[in-house]
């Protein structure tokens, strides 16, 4: 995802820098030549290969709280709620991640590197939806406008050059694939003008960085009066175009058919956070009841039906939406808006196309009855940077994990049946660790650091790839009770930092922690848990477990914590052994059947029948 921000760069250093190259130009073709050492700051407008072209410019601005004119050191918070309006500035352009985290959606994308904050995170709060603070007097302290030049310089940036992204509360380290256009850089340059360092710089000053101007884009159709309308169709082909919009009003819309049968999207993540390119948006504190509506979509960003910005809400109902094309979600919530569906039939086919998905803001999405598949890689059945319940629904993903929650934020399923099968052949999105279902957080800003739960009652969850479950650099809570788990394989639960290579936290320090609780649950499998994670794992009344639960090295030989795994067997409830296990401490009020097997102790306990 994108950051944006700046440094002030003096007109002396840009002729320093001319000088040096031999080239003044404002074209953004070929790639600068010549030699010395120097530091730009400009706008990436176009990226080929290694090539970066750069709209060169300077940064005014206010200074950071802390004097430096940086962002002030140490871990993001865990706790409290964003407050305030949208940021203002420039929205970058380009890809979101493939994942749903990963595109509005994919976690498995390039999402930028950094650590959750240690100790366990606030368990209660949902984020109240609105993008982060951080324009002129809102508390941001740091709040920056980049402001262009007439000349662009051509750069090469490589996988040697050091990338840094640079946040409210801490820099991460990023890759040069973390760059995307529309990114404010302050660039140090070697020979030949390849970048030996680059500074992603924020803008916002808030903690959340990427697109920071609400862009919407136009519409082909606005509804701005209250109205009840019936039997209409809209249609749209237009580039960063709306099929429909209801803006600010109420409507009542019944038996609609809306077409967004083409168009190109200028800049994901306007299409992605803002609606800019979805087939129907309501926004502004709209408030939409739709019944009977046919929704289709034929675009990238095209996601069916929009709901942005605090105090919008849809209620839609008995509806089919079908989207085509990647970052294209069936239901797509953002900025705190409200989405109430019931009954709906949902098909996505695009990447990163999640078909109940929520990106930066969040917001509230109930979800009664109705089918939901996707089929893209990146595109689970749901991806979670809001407050989400479904009940009495079917969720399929036939290429991707069936469900994501990203940092503060939830998930509540009651009698639904989810399905998810995740794949490593298309995309790299297996790369770090193929699973059904991912609680993480990816630092890109899309989420608030936090803890994140997962509410499961009633109902099937299956996997036909990967483990069932997967915890990394996050804090979270899953909660299970009288649920049917169908496995892909022998791991049920792997608790487990990753080697950032996707940009979630850093090596070594990006374990995650979990509280696990089952009732009346039939378990079976491996639950593991490395040396920087921790576990609290509860097998409570009714429930059994027949497997194993084992504290492992953490594979990039990061420094060990305590209390990994502290197992309780609650009364009326049975472990049954089928293997040698390790864990911190353990507290049986139950029964364990060993099988010939032990448990070991972090004290060097043995225990055996």
């Known amino acids: 995802m994108k950051k944006i921000a700046a440094v002030i760069v003096g007109t002396a250093l840009l002729m320093n820098l001319f000088a040096c190259s031999n080239q003044t130009s404002s074209s953004a073709s070929g790639t600068a030549s010549g030699s010395g050492s120097s530091t730009v700051t400009g706008q990436v407008t176009t990226i080929s290969g290694n090539s970066y072209t750069l709209k060169l410019g300077t940064i005014t601005g206010s200074k950071s709280t802390d004097g430096s004119g940086g962002a002030p050191a140490g871990n993001a918070p ?7 309006n949208a940021p203002t500035g420039s929205a970058p352009s380009g890809d979101k991640p493939n994942g749903n985290a990963p595109a509005g959606s994919a976690p498995s994308g390039d999402k930028q590197t950094g650590n959750p904050p ?40 490589n996988d040697s050059t050091s990338v840094t992204i640079e946040g409210k509360d801490n820099n991460v380290t990023g890759k040069a694939s973390s760059i995307k256009v529309g990114d404010v850089l302050e660039v140090q340059l070697g020979e030949n003008h390849t970048a030996t360092a680059v500074t992603v710089k924020n803008l916002s000053g808030g903690g959340f960085g990427g697109s920071s101007q ?83 979509t034929n675009a990238q960003n095209g996601n069916g039906v929009f709901s942005y910005g605090k105090e ?100 509540s399923l009651k009698n639904c049946s989810l399905t998810g099968n995740m794949t490593a052949t298309k995309t790299n999105d297996g790369s770090e660790n193929l699973h059904n279902i991912m609680l993480y957080q990816s630092m890109s800003g899309d989420a608030q650091v936090g803890t994140s739960k997962l509410s499961v009652s009633g109902g099937s ?36 930092g990753n080697s950032s290579s996707r940009g979630w936290g850093t090596a070594g320090k990006n374990g995650g922690q979990l509280t696990f609780s089952a009732t009346n649950m039939n378990l079976t499998g491996k639950v593991t848990v490395d040396t920087i994670s921790t576990l609290n794992f509860t097998l409570g009344e009714g429930s059994s477990l027949k497997g194993t639960i084992n504290i492992v090295k953490n594979a990039a030989g990061g420094t060990a914590v305590s209390n990994n795994a502290v197992v309780m067997v609650a009364k009326g409830a049975t472990w049954n052994l089928t293997g040698n296990c390790s864990v911190t401490s353990l507290t049986n009020n139950g029964t364990i059947h060993y099988n010939g097997y032990t448990i070991t102790l972090a004290d060097g306990t043995v225990l055996k029948s």
């Not at 980049?146 to 051509?154: R, V």
């Not at 083409?262 to 803002?274: H, P």
């Not at 709209?286 to 509506?293: E, F, L, M, P, R």
């Not at 239901?331 to 569906?341: F, K, L, P, S």
């Open 78 to 84: 865990s706790g409290g709620k964003p407050t305030g």
């Open 312 to 411: 919008t809400t849809v209620t839609i109902s008995d509806s089919k939406i079908t989207t085509s094309k990647d970052n294209s979600g069936g239901i797509q919530t953002t900025g705190g808006g409200t989405t109430n569906a019931k009954n709906l039939t949902v098909s996505t086919s695009g990447n990163s196309s999640a078909a109940i998905r929520s990106d930066r803001g969040g917001g509230t999405v109930v979800v009664d009855g109705g089918t939901y598949k996707t089929s893209g890689t990146g595109s689970p059945a749901i991806y979670s940077t809001a407050a989400i319940s479904v009940s009495n629904a079917t969720l399929s993903a036939a290429n991707s994990e069936a469900l994501v929650i990203e940092g503060l934020n939830s998930i």
């Open 118 to 157: 240690t100790g366990s995170a606030p368990s209660g709060n949902k984020p109240d939806g609105n993008p982060p603070a951080g324009g002129p007097g809102n508390g941001g302290g740091n709040f920056k406008t980049f402001t262009a030049g007439s000349e662009s310089l051509t750069i090469t940036i």
């Open 461 to 496: 969850i299956t996997a036909k790839s990967g483990d069932m479950f997967y915890v990394t650099n996050t804090s979270s809570v899953i909660t299970l009770d009288s649920v049917t788990l169908n496995l892909a394989n022998e791991n049920l639960l792997t608790v487990a």
């Open 214 to 296: 609400v862009t919407n884009g136009t519409s082909a159709n606005t509804i701005k009066e209250s109205a009840t309308i019936t039997d209409t169709t809209y249609t749209s082909s237009g580039d960063d175009e709306n099929a429909l919009r209801i803006d600010g009003v109420t409507a009542i819309l019944k038996n609609i058919t809306v077409n967004k049968s083409g168009g190109k999207t200028s800049n994901t993540e306007n299409g992605d956070f803002y609606g800019q390119n979805a087939g129907l948006l309501a926004l502004n504190g709209a408030n939409v009841t739709i019944s009977g509506a046919n929704v289709t």
